[in-house]
């Protein structure tokens, strides 16, 4: 009785731990992450390339003002809808317009 309640168990955290485990690729340049590349920032643990690429810099009285274009490849998330997980592109397949810092006028 005691080998069949450890094959019970056995089989059990088995099966518990072969759910697949939903996450989605940290974009950008996170925290302690081991980063690599020449002008793109490739993220080691990942393999998620960042790419800045500088529009406009102004520097100005109060603040510096910065405005650039950002692009990750980790393009796809899995949504969940319905019990039923898919793969959807992410909005405007990895390209992002950001403003470091507000211009005052």
């Known amino acids: 009785m005691n ?3 450890r094959l019970i168990c056995a089989f ?3 099966l518990a731990s072969s759910f697949p485990v939903a996450a989605q690729v940290t ?9 690599g590349g020449g ?3 490739i993220n080691l643990g990942n393999l998620n390339a960042h ?3 500088p529009v406009l810099s102004k520097a100005g009285r109060a ?3 910065t405005y650039d274009l ?3 490849t980790s393009v796809w998330a899995p949504i969940t809808t319905g019990g039923v997980t898919s793969w959807n592109p992410v909005f405007n397949w990895g ?3 950001r403003r470091k810092s507000r211009l005052v006028t």
């Open 27 to 35: 974009t950008g340049t996170p925290p302690f992450a081991s980063i």
């Open 95 to 97: 390209w992002l317009a």
């Open 51 to 53: 790419l800045d690429v």
């Open 3 to 5: 080998n069949a309640h």
């Open 63 to 65: 603040m510096p003002f």
């Open 39 to 41: 002008p793109d920032a």
């Open 12 to 14: 059990f955290l088995l």
């Open 70 to 72: 950002t692009y990750d």
